[in-house]
């Protein structure tokens, strides 16, 4: 029965693959019907408030994914965005001429002005430099109104004034051969002189007077302190900054009298009782106070002139304060926020009178958020005439809020565009009993939906009903609902974000729903935790209804491979923390093994960084399985600087510690890379859930070949270390690009393949028996993809119908990594227009499906290509069988084929990854694109040939059933009639 | 393209080898080679003598000996966790090409004969299914490299009889990126304990650089179309006439059918019409003899 649907399943196939090429293509009415995408912008960096009286307010934000985007005040939307790649961080941004923001990115070489309403880019100017430093943006206050702002920019040891108009470079002073790092520029009363102070060494301070207009270099003083300069320089006033010694105990007071410098040192300790440890300078601007964290307290200290110092708050807790804004003349008010149990505490106060404060408000803040991280603040004139304000909070999970009047207007979750790693799970199965209630509310609501698309399928629908019909399919209640369906479309997707944040989104409509912030249960100042990767954890099919699935979320203490690991275990119906521990040992890679326990736990193994594997979960239950397979778990490491691969087993349990669940391991094989001729740059593996329908290809001529397939082999790409840069800096003669395919288990390089001329970036996918890989060709100056297939010559034998009816074949002998394979490369390489950001390949559930790439190109798109297309056996003149089989003429080139993008329209803005996700429909993958944006669609690579479609008018089907029985009857009747008539005759 | 005159494999050898180890040896395995390139061309598979049967012969050299110099380097190995030692020799000659590129080419082996000691170990190694390592310096001209390739194999594998061993060794230029150390044969998992029947090494060596990718075709659109367009035009004559008509000749052939069977049906409907034409007469004349009587209850 069963190779008879596969049968049928074949055939229809077959039948289908004709229409390959248009396998999937949309309908305009059908886009959003399975697909969704959302916007998102990243940890925002700096927040400026364009809330003139005319126009609609707006806030412009840059982030930490480098986007720079004009939100809505009222309701956080997106007017614009630009995403400006992943090498173009943003240093700043500023406002000038009331009609554009400018922004600073790439350490100071890229300065941009964007128009404020519709975000149009106006100019972009390119400003050279000589060495790296800090970069800084300053827009002077006008001089006279009316005129032309100069953008002051310190970039690459370099200052620049830069028109505002057309992003001219007006003057330029080169500071390189003073070594200065400028670490602030100060504009004194609205004249014409500008300061730029910075450090040449860790004693002096250097400060260049400037004339803004003419960019002449005015003055040069230094001046030298014995203490030594550490740390920022923060600005408390116009004419005094402050930094901090090197003892880091000492405030050091810089004044700017009259254009002569004085540096007066005077200690934090009078000030503050109990002072103990460090001191650190809160980067902030906040005219005349200054914020320093002093034994973790955030303590705000008015600086007076000769070097007195007052305490005028302390806060204990998270505290975050904003700069200072101006709120009439010459008052300026600050925000303070802080925690204080389950509420946010957020206070508006005057800087010279800390005591009043506009505002004191408590509000309810989701306690998965976390803590403030930064507050920008923002005043506007209430109904009263009295000052109100609002304030923009990012938060620790890398959310961004709008707080006014106590509440939280609107909110955004920003963390998600920056994904780290996705696990899915099914969703719970539907209780009994339940659906058939909702089916009985809801059955004249059904019955009208089907009429109206009965009415829509027989072109009798008014423009009203069209609208009707299309909201209706667009907000079916049947993709959102939160049980398992028969098609296995409905999934939660498991996200984990670079804030440590997991969140649960429905495939459906991608609705958020539930996060956790994930926190380790200790969390002190000696563990920052930064969580690494998601695993599967637990997925129950035995017993699916009583247990829910777990996912484990690996973590480390700090930025070193050796920090202590972290493990987390949450529940991903009701994203509950089961349970989480800090771990002795580090965790350098995590292995998930192909086995269960009786509770369908998966075993992991982890490897910290000795080399040592530990067992999870730590049963006993979980050792016996271990013990059963131990001579089999191999594993490989990869030092990339050095060019080398390494092999790992098992072996024996821990001497030197006691700890049942602790292995050693031995040093199995070893492959070393010449390092002056090769530099590893890309590696793929295949997908260990991966299903592989066929172990044999049936070739045109009647003749088989079997697939090698394995789950142990590494794909690896090398280039000359010299052409490991970007494309263009070296010659087609010096690059050449290695491909390599290593059986992880052994070490034996099954192929190894120079391509010379070419160089990386390398993307690569690898599934079943075939890699395809993308890169760059300095030869032919275009981007080139490569496919590579392995055949197992060994079985080749066995096609042989006497052996096997004598029983002389190797089909049942078990294949061992340790067997020498012989194996046979098959390779082909075309051109392909677009570079590419991520490369992936569709799934299904059983494998039969035919298989289609999916390539996101450079203008975040993502593109569906048919695998037949990079198949080693084309040629150019394909043979009469082969063609039938759908072997495609060779070409030079790989088609693009608009219809046959998967995003339609959308864009995935920053897209960095594509993952892709059986449903339970063999014709049906399902794919989850991030980057700063997510998408989701559902893809059919050889169209839907096992169900009907979602549209499919079932009450069309019924009426014609039941016209068709009517008609049976009335023919009867009347044929009854007629006979009876003519014997009467 | 010319340095890459041998697109992979490009020379084995192979020696066998016992106790001892002499020039004699090496010149008999030149010739021996010159014999086995002939009858295996793709140079795999090739299983020595063992040493008893190999005759002595003076040295003799095919290629110049000034663009070739000799280079040897060691082979190591090392049981479960033990130390490594020597344990054979490389030979081969480092040649340089005209483009300045240096290759080895004529690889042999002469593998070091198992010691009491060493016997011992592999046996315990045997016992526990445990590692049998080998490793060689990355850098053949550099006699002692500081770095190491490595690979092992579980020591069961190995024995078959005599214990075979299998050596591809992959070079780039005069660097060793790995060494892939093997059985010949299959090698499945549960493996049996067998001790060897005899100590001695059936070794294989082969030498393997990389294989070169082919080139992406360049052809001119416009011979692909022709190309094409030629094939369209040959294309029909191929297909028979039933290939290309089947799918009316199917539904022809059933009309057919069908109508021959009504054709039949047609004409046994006659002989039952007649049939029903000779009943009819007594129905009819039933009726005729009843006919008065019913006429006469209509009348009434």
Known sequence: ????????????????????????????????????????????????????????????????????????????????????????????????????????????????????????????????????????????????????????????????????????????????????????????????????????????????????????????????????????????????????????????????????????????????????????????????????????????????????????????????????????????????????????????????????????????????????????????????????????????????????????????????????????????????????????????????????????????????????????????????????????????????????????????????????????????????????????????????????????????????????????????????????????HSIVKVIPLPFTDSTERRLHILIDAEGRAHLYPQTSEAIGILQSEFSNIYWYSVEADSGIIKGHALMRKCVDVVDDYCFESKDVWLIMLPSDSEKIIASATRKLNEVVHTQAKVVADQDVMYKYISKNLLFLATVAPKSSGEIGTTTPEDSWLVVYLIDIVNGRILHRMIHHGSTGPVHAVFSENWVVYHYFNLKAHRYEMSVVEIYDQSRADNIDVWKLIIGKHNLTTPISSYSRPEILAKSQSYFFTHSVKAISVTSTSKGITSKQLLIGTINDQILALDKRYLDPRRSINPSQAEREEGVIPLTDSLPIIPQTYVTHALQVEGLRGIMTIPAKLESTTLAFAYGVDLFFTRITPSRTYDSLTEDFSYALLLITIVALVIAIFATWVLSERKELQDKWK | MGFHCGFFICCLLICSSVAFQSDELLVDDDEFEGTQQIQYTDAAHTRSTPPPSRPTSTRRRFSDPDSDSKVQFQLEHSFGDSDFAPAGLFTARLKTSSHGGQSLTKMRFSRDAFTEEDSKKFTTLLQEDGFYTVRLGTNVLKSSGESYVYSSVKSRCLVRGELDEHFVIHMDGVNILAINYGTPGACPFPRQLKLPSKWSFNSLTFLKSGEQAPRTPVFAEDILVGETGEGEGVKPPEKSFWAKYWMYLIPLGLIVMNAITQAMNMAEEQVSGQAAGQAQPQQSAAVVQRGPGSSAVRRR
């Open chain 1, 1 to 584: 029965m069963v190779l008879a649907i596969k049968l049928s399943f074949l055939l229809l196939l077959t039948l289908f693959s004709s229409f390959a090429n248009y396998g999937f293509s949309l309908y305009e009415d059908q886009v959003g019907l399975m697909d969704w995408r959302q916007q998102y912008l990243g940890k925002a960096k700096h927040a400026l408030f364009h809330s003139s009286k005319s126009g609609r307010k707006r806030v412009v934000v840059s982030t930490e994914e480098n986007v720079i985007a004009s939100l809505d005040l009222r309701h956080g939307e997106i007017f614009w965005r630009h995403v400006l790649g992943p090498n173009d961080p943003i240093d700043g941004i500023e406002f000038v001429l009331g009609k554009y923001v400018v922004s600073l990115s790439s350490e100071g070489n890229f300065l941009r002005a964007w128009n404020l309403p519709d975000g149009q880019m106006a100019w972009e100017s390119f400003l050279q430099g000589t060495s790296p430093s800090k970069s800084l943006l300053l827009v002077p206050k006008s001089l006279k109104a009316n005129q032309e702002t100069v953008i002051l920019v310190f970039s690459r040891s370099c200052l620049h004034a830069v028109s505002s108009l057309d992003g001219e470079v007006i003057w330029k002073i080169d500071l390189t051969e003073n070594s200065v790092e400028i670490q602030k520029i100060i504009q004194l009363h609205d004249s014409d002189i500008i300061y730029a102070v910075g450090f040449s060494s860790p004693t002096q301070l250097d400060q260049f007077q400037i004339n803004v207009k003419s960019g002449e270099l005015l003055k040069h003083q230094t001046a030298t302190f014995s203490g030594g300069f550490s740390g920022e320089l923060v600005s408390v006033s116009d004419d005094v900054l402050v930094t901090v010694d090197t003892a880091r105990s000492n405030l050091v007071i810089i004044n700017f009298k009259n254009g002569e410098i004085g540096i007066l040192q005077s200690p934090i300790a009078p000030v503050i009782d109990e002072f103990s440890g460090l001191m650190e300078i809160v980067p902030s601007k906040l005219s005349g106070l200054l914020a320093v964290k002093v034994n973790s307290l955030l303590t705000l200290v008015r600086v007076k002139g000769e070097g007195e110092l007052e305490v005028v708050d302390k806060i204990p807790g998270q505290a975050t304060v904003s700069d200072a804004l101006l709120v009439s003349e010459n008052q300026h008010a600050a925000a303070l926020a802080h925690h204080e149990g389950s509420h946010m505490h957020l206070t508006v106060k005057l800087i010279d009178n800390w005591s009043t404060s506009f505002i004191d408000e408590n509000i309810v803040i989701d306690k998965q958020r976390g803590s403030v991280q930064k507050v920008f603040l923002n005043s506007y004139i209430r109904t009263d005439r009295s000052h109100g304000f609002r304030a923009l909070l990012v938060m620790e999970d890398h959310s961004l809020l709008l707080v006014q009047q106590g509440e939280i207007v609107w909110s955004r979750e920003d963390g998600l565009a920056s994904i780290v790693n996705v696990v899915t799970s099914e969703l719970p199965v539907e209780k009994k009993g339940v659906s058939i209630a909702k089916v009985e509310n809801n059955l004249i609501e059904w019955l009208q939906g089907h009429l109206l698309k009965l009415k829509g399928t027989l072109m009798i629908a008014s423009p009203e009903d069209v609208v009707a019909i299309q909201n209706m399919r667009l907000k079916s209640s049947d993709k959102s609902k939160m049980s398992r369906d028969h098609n296995g479309f409905r999934k939660l997707l498991i996200v984990l974000t670079k804030s440590g944040k997991l969140f649960a989104l429905h495939s459906g409509d991608g609705r958020v729903v539930w996060s956790r912030l994930l926190q380790p249960f200790h969390k002190s100042k000696d563990c920052a935790p930064r969580w690494l990767n998601i695993y599967q954890w637990q997925d129950p099919h035995h017993r699916a209804m009583d247990e829910n699935p777990s996912v484990l979320v690996v973590g480390r203490c700090g930025q070193s491979m050796d920090g202590p690991g972290l493990l987390s275990f949450v529940d991903t119906y009701t994203g509950k923390e089961i349970s989480s521990s800090s771990q002795t």
